[in-house]
Each structure stands twice: as C-alpha cells, then as structure tokens.
C-alpha cells in the first residue's frame, strides 16, 4: 500500500517507518528539517516538507496514497510533565494537527486514516480489564486525544484508532530516565503499589500500526498481554537494571500532583484482545519484564 505518515520522526516513528518498510508498503513521510529528512530517506521512506496545519499542502501531499497514519504528538519532556503551559503545543498538534490531517485525507480520497490515541484515557477500573467500551475520562492531558479520536472517527468508515498503553523502549525518553533511576537503586513506584500500568514496547507499537492497515475499522487497545501492577512493574525495572532497589516511590505521594500525573497514578488493567482477534497481532514482549530485559541490554 501506499501510506504516508505523519509524526514518522518521533520515538514510534523510528520503529513504525522501517516497519512499514519492510512490510512491503510504500511510505511517504512527513520531516520539518533536513536532518529529519535524511533520517527518513536511510530508513526506505520518502520525505515530505508540509505543515501539519496547511489543509491544502497536507491534501496536495497525501494525493495517491491509500492510507494516512497520524503519529504526530508533542509530549512535554518528563521535567515538564507537570506544566500545564508544557501540555499546549500537544493539544494544538492534536487537536487542530489532527483535523488538518483528516479534512486533507477526505479531499485527497484517501481510503484510510490510522490515528494513534492513549489508553490512559480510560477511567480508574481497579484490578478489574479495561476492554475498548470501558468509560474514558476527561481530564486535561487527553483532551487533545479526545479531539484526535473525534476527528478520526468523522473520517468516515474506514478509520482506525489506536489507543496505545505506555510507551518504553530504546528511542523512548522518559524510558530512559526510568532505567537510569532503577540503576541509582530507586524502584519507581507510580501511585498505589497496587494498581495497574499497561505498557507497550516501541516495537510492539509499530507492529501495531502495520496490522491496522489491515483492520476493520474501529478503535483498539494496543498494550502488552500483561498489564502489570506497580510494584511489579518496579520489580521488572530493577530486575533488568540489574540492582536491587533501596527505596521506592513515590506511591500513594504522587496522587498529590493531581491531574497532570493521573494518567500514570490511575490503575488501567488494559486489554488487548479486540485487536489480536481482529487482526492476529501478537507483542514481541508480552510484558514489560521481557521488554525491560531487551531495553537494558540494548542500552548498554
Ligand atoms: N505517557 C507517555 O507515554 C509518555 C510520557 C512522557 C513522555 N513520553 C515521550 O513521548 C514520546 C512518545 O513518542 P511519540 O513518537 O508519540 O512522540 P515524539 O517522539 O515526541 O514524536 C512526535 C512526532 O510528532 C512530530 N511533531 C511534533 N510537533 C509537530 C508539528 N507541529 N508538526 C508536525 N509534526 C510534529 C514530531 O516531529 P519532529 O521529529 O520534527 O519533532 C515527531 O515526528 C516518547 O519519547 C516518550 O518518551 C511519553
């Protein structure tokens, strides 16, 4: 297929681009800088020059292609996680960013869109599975995701939303950041020790975006088969940082930082049976105890 993408420079880009490629599809995607571009061209994809928020150059690009994937986010750095300021540029890519791509992909005839969403969107379900009908909530950080998801599904019948668990992996910052803590002996501890985190590996998540073209449309849970609780999600990290960790935390403390961390404080048990059954994808990492063994070997 022909398929262009749009935040294909991005830390899932880096994995779905070559993923596409080597899936046989012919990939157009979209770079800001020239650096960017080279980036792509090694990597077998086409680069394009276009704003994001330019309806009529973002539908002259698109034209000949049969499906669109909108990657495209601006996630504040984890030292500015907290800052509602940080969280704008975020909601303008997805907000406005996504309405652009979908209005485009609709006068360019294209035949799909694949969006990619959160799960993080999901209200607080305990212990108990969290399926794609499970009530969503509303709070600051994924208003644009809302927005995105809306814009998608008025693409028409043929769209595909991707609500992806937490992203880790080599290329994925934060990860980064999250490794080097477990390796100073600190077990990070998000909310209650209890409560469950649904996680995905880069790679994992760009095999997912080459599955979706394929899919039936709808929306979809993209997380590993086992959502694991915090304290066991710590455990993993520490067991593939190799030290045993001295303190843990900040547990129950980070409900304190309110909404701006709630989508990592929330216990999301998430599953991913609708999109194996639909479209017999399988992660590479079932969980993040796999995933974290392969992160740290590859990171060091
Ligand atoms: N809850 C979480 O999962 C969480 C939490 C904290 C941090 N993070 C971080 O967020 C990242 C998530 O991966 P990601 O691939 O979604 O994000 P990303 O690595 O930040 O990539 C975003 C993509 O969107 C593009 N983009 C941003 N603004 C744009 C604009 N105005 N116009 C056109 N394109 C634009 C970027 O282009 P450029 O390459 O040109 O910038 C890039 O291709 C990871 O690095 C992760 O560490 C995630």
Excluded: C
Aim: no cysteine; charged share 15%.
């Amino acid at each position: 297929m022909r398929v262009f993408v749009t935040g294909g420079t991005g830390a899932i880009g880096g994995y779905a681009i070559p993923a596409l490629v080597e899936a046989g599809h012919a990939v157009t995607a979209l770079a800001r800088t020239p650096q960017k571009a080279a980036a792509l061209t090694a990597q077998g994809a086409t680069a394009v020059s276009v704003s994001l928020f330019d309806r009529s150059a973002l539908t002259a690009a698109f034209a000949g292609h049969e499906v669109v994937v909108n990657l495209a986010s601006a996630l504040p750095s984890t030292a500015r996680f907290l800052s509602g300021k940080a969280w704008r540029n975020n909601n303008r890519v997805r907000e406005e960013g996504s309405a652009a791509v979908v209005d485009a992909a609709s006068a360019a005839g294209v035949g799909r869109v694949v969006q990619e969403s959160v799960s993080m969107l999901y209200r607080d379900q305990g212990a108990n599975w969290v399926d794609e009908d499970s009530p969503v909530d509303r709070y600051p950080n994924t208003l644009g995701n809302h927005a995105a998801e809306a814009n998608a599904n008025r693409f028409g019948g043929t769209a595909v939303v991707l609500r992806f668990g937490l992203f880790y992996g080599p290329g994925a910052a934060h990860s980064e950041q999250f490794l080097a803590q477990a390796r100073h002996h600190i077990g990070l501890v998000l909310g209650p020790a209890g409560t469950y985190l649904s996680s995905i590996h880069l790679a994992d998540a760009a095999s997912a975006v080459v599955a979706a073209l394929a899919a039936p449309a709808g929306t979809y849970n993209v997380v590993d088969d086992e959502p694991l609780s915090k304290r066991d999600y710590a455990a993993a990290l520490s067991a593939a940082a190799g030290k045993t960790p001295w303190v843990r935390g900040p547990g129950r403390a980070a409900l304190l930082l309110g909404d701006r961390l709630t989508s990592l404080t929330r216990s999301l048990r998430v599953s991913n049976a609708k999109f194996r059954s639909a479209t017999g994808w399988s992660p590479r990492y079932p969980s993040a105890r796999e995933g974290w063994l392969a992160t740290a070997a590859a990171l060091s």
